[in-house]
């Protein structure tokens, strides 16, 4: 018996079927080894990569094992959860960074700031079609240069965090180092 990635949630007495693309692979590694609770190193994140590029069988049993010795220990203390209605963005920041893998968590961001950049260029092109609008050309090649559903995007190119400059580029992620503790 397998679960959702095809990954054995019991004893495996036979070599486990299929093929998974690297990237794949890495990302079902590194959601097995958050949701057993392992934090990361960099080092660590580096050792992902490479097992990632082992053919799926073997990448499927370590994810096993890791899901099955995570299911049996003692449970950690619950993490508290910021309210859904008066988080601020950086608590979200801070939980989503706990719970999810990185380029998860990145792809997330990206989504959120596809539609966005999308909306803004849609309100930019309802602007230009105003009789009163100056240099409309400009406004809609603007609009349409950024429009992440014509040419723009993704927005953001990298993972944003709360720690950095006010949602700024993050150089540690996904266990950044807040900016203050850097300059000490």
């Known amino acids: 018996m397998s679960n959702d990635n095809g990954i054995p949630t019991g004893t495996i007495e ?3 079927a299929g093929f998974v693309e ?3 692979q890495a990302a079902i590694l590194r959601d097995t080894l958050v949701g057993a609770g392992v934090e990361l190193g960099e080092y660590e994140r580096q050792a992902v990569e490479w097992l990632s590029r082992w ?3 073997t990448v499927a049993t370590i ?3 890791l899901a099955r010795a995570a299911a049996v ?3 950690g203390p619950t993490v508290a959860l910021p309210s859904r209605f008066n988080a601020t963005p950086a608590e979200v920041d801070q939980h989503l960074r706990r719970i999810l893998a990185e380029d998860t968590y990145l792809r997330y961001q990206q989504t959120v700031g596809h539609h966005a ?3 803004a260029a849609k309100d930019v092109r309802v602007q230009v079609v105003l009789p009163d609008a100056p240099d409309r050309k400009q406004w809609t090649e603007v609009a349409d240069f950024i429009d992440p559903n014509l040419h723009g995007g993704p927005y953001p190119a990298q993972l944003l ?3 950095h400059e006010g949602f700024g580029p993050c150089p540690g992620a996904p266990r950044c180092t807040p900016r203050k503790a850097i300059k000490d």
């Open 14 to 16: 036979t070599r486990p």
């Open 22 to 24: 690297s990237g794949e």
């Open 55 to 57: 053919e799926w069988a």
């Open 63 to 65: 994810c096993s094992w």
């Open 73 to 75: 220990r003692e449970p």
């Open 117 to 119: 950049v999308a909306e």
């Open 161 to 163: 965090c709360s720690q």
